[in-house]
C-alpha cells in the first residue's frame, strides 16, 4: 500500500509564499503520475499541478506563474512552491500519485492565507 504525507501548511498572509511536501512510501518514479490537488470549504477537489513520469508537468490556470510542482527522487518526495498567495488559495492541499491504473491520496494539508 503507497503511502502519501503532505507536509507544509498553515497560515499565510496574502502575497506569501509556501513550500508543500509529499513524502512518499516508496520510489516516486515508479508512479506514472504524482500531483497536488486542493479542496476549499463547499467545493470540489480540484487538481493544481501535475508532473508525470517523464518530468512534464500541468497547472490549473489559477496558479500558472505563481506555483511550481517539482519532485527529488533521492528524497522520495514531492513539492509545490507556492507564490504570490491570496485567500481564494486557502483550501486543504491533498497530494496524488496514480501507478498501473491505481490512486493514491494523501491526508492533506491545510493552507490559510490571511492577514
Known amino acids: 500500500q503507497v503511502q502519501l504525507e503532505e507536509s507544509g501548511g498553515g497560515l499565510v498572509q496574502p502575497g506569501g509564499s509556501r513550500l508543500l511536501s509529499c513524502t512518499a512510501s516508496?520510489?516516486?518514479?515508479?508512479?506514472?503520475?504524482m500531483a497536488w490537488y486542493r479542496q476549499a470549504p463547499g467545493k470540489t477537489r480540484d487538481l493544481v499541478a501535475s508532473i508525470n513520469v517523464g518530468g512534464r508537468t500541468n497547472y490549473a490556470d489559477s496558479v500558472k506563474g505563481r506555483f511550481t510542482i517539482s519532485r527529488d527522487g533521492a528524497e522520495k518526495t514531492l513539492y509545490l512552491q507556492m507564490g504570490s498567495l491570496s485567500p481564494e488559495d486557502t483550501a486543504n492541499y491533498y497530494c496524488y500519485a496514480r501507478i498501473l491504473g491505481r490512486n493514491f491520496w494523501g491526508q492533506g494539508t491545510q493552507v490559510t492565507v490571511s492577514s
Open positions: 516508496e520510489n516516486i518514479f515508479n508512479f506514472n503520475e
